[in-house]
């Protein structure tokens, strides 16, 4: 894992390269379980559409005390990030509707641009986040033709003073004008981005636990504190069958 420093002061390398590497983490398995009854949202709300940051500064869709705790460390630049948000997100959220299971989406920051978008998905409504994540990986071929298209004003960026720097590196990859399109302004954007307290925290709390948990790859989930050694939707599901979740 790269540190704080790497990521915040870097030189470009082969930017495609970036989205193919991924494999996954260690095997901790989870206890068959019985099926777990659905717990009803508080009135007026759903699961589905309730979202809150935890202590880990990942962002929870579902219920917070869902007994069933999936978590995601993710980069925006992988490619089996990518994957995973395109086939498992929809059907997952089937199983967040019950109550039984939540999803926590948290930052496993490999580069710049990943630590970009990292700040530019959560600039806005917490509520958004996964949203704006989701989008980014459909969009991630685009974002890196952008990048190499851009090759010089991406490698000036690294020069540029810190405030700056990631406003240009998402200028060189067009998010300036993607995120702009699904309603986070430009100038929110610039502001986010040159807000240097925030963009270390995110790399900073991804470094950190990233050595507190043995994560060296993207996407590692964990299911109830258990390391998985699978990335697939389809292997997923069988575990969260198998730990007792139902579909709504």
């Known amino acids: 894992m790269k540190s ?13 390269a970036l989205a193919l590497a991924a494999c996954g983490g260690e095997e901790g398995d989870t206890e068959n ?7 009803p949202a508080p009135d007026g709300t759903n699961w589905g559409e309730t979202v809150t940051v935890s202590e880990d500064d990942g962002y929870v869709l579902g219920n917070p005390d869902a007994p069933l705790k999936l978590v995601e460390y993710a980069s925006h630049t ?6 995973f948000s395109a086939t498992g997100k929809d059907p997952l959220k089937e199983y967040i509707a019950t109550g039984v299971v939540s999803f926590e989406q948290r930052n496993l920051v490999r580069d710049p641009i990943d630590l970009t978008i990292a700040t530019l998905v959560r600039c806005g409504a917490k509520e958004n986040m996964q949203v ?7 969009n ?4 890196f033709a952008a990048v190499n298209q851009n090759g010089a004003a991406y490698q000036a960026a690294g020069e540029a003073p810190t405030e700056q720097r990631f406003i240009q590196i998402a200028q060189a990859a067009g998010l300036i004008d ?3 399109a699904r309603g986070l302004s430009a100038d929110q954007q610039r ?3 040159a807000d240097t307290a925030k963009v270390e925290a995110i790399a900073t709390n991804s470094s950190t636990q990233a050595d507190e948990l043995g994560i060296t790859s993207t996407p590692t989930f964990i299911l ?12 997923i599901e069988a575990r969260l069958q198998r730990a007792g979740a139902r579909q709504e």
């Open 191 to 193: 502001a986010c981005l």
């Open 33 to 39: 379980g019985e099926l777990i009854a659905a717990i």
């Open 224 to 235: 109830n504190g258990n390391k998985l050694d699978i990335r697939s939707w389809s292997d």
């Open 140 to 143: 991630l071929e685009q974002t």
């Open 178 to 180: 993607f995120f702009a």
């Open 132 to 138: 704006l994540s989701d989008q980014a990986w459909q």
């Open 78 to 83: 992988c490619g089996a990030c990518a994957q």
């Open 4 to 16: 704080t420093r790497t990521l915040l002061k870097f030189s470009l390398a082969a930017p495609l």
